[in-house]
């Protein structure tokens, strides 16, 4: 029982101040991004964009994820999350429609592109965005201005797994005394 106790109780420990192998405790996690693009060039029909993308991924090794949600106008355009996919792309996070590919637009389609390098900033980003019924000369817009804040969902599971370590801390506690 007591050798139970320990591993638990290391494993607890492990998991809430990071001693583990970061590979073995990796956890998607839920997060929320809201942006807004502005100072389109080449007199964009819509100008600024808000929005905002919720996606499921571990963010210390990006790969691939999941779009959970999606609130994003362009134009008469109401995208949905069919529409959207996510990657990791160029040491970053690319979200866009999916209508060309998610690392190029087509022009003159209903299509985005929303890109950052860095998580603790969001610099290195860009939006951009083809409106089909407003540019028909095939052009797409870039924004020169991009502002991004992230909100962090933690997992039901993750909640779970803190409150049991600390039940068992909390355990431990009163055995001592």
Known sequence: MKIAATLFNSLVTAVLFGLGSSAALAIPTSHTYDFTASGFAGG???DPIVGSISATFDEAAVGSGT???ISLNIGTHTFTVSEVGFQGWGGGVLFG???CALNCLNSGTNDF???WTNFADFSGGEFAYSNSPSDPDGAFFHSTRLEVTAAN???PASVALLGLGLLGLVATRRRRQ
């Open 44 to 46: 964009a029909p819509v």
């Open 67 to 69: 779009v959970d949600a």
């Open 97 to 99: 429609g999916t209508s």
């Open 113 to 115: 592109w929303l890109y």
């Open 153 to 155: 969902v933690p997992e």
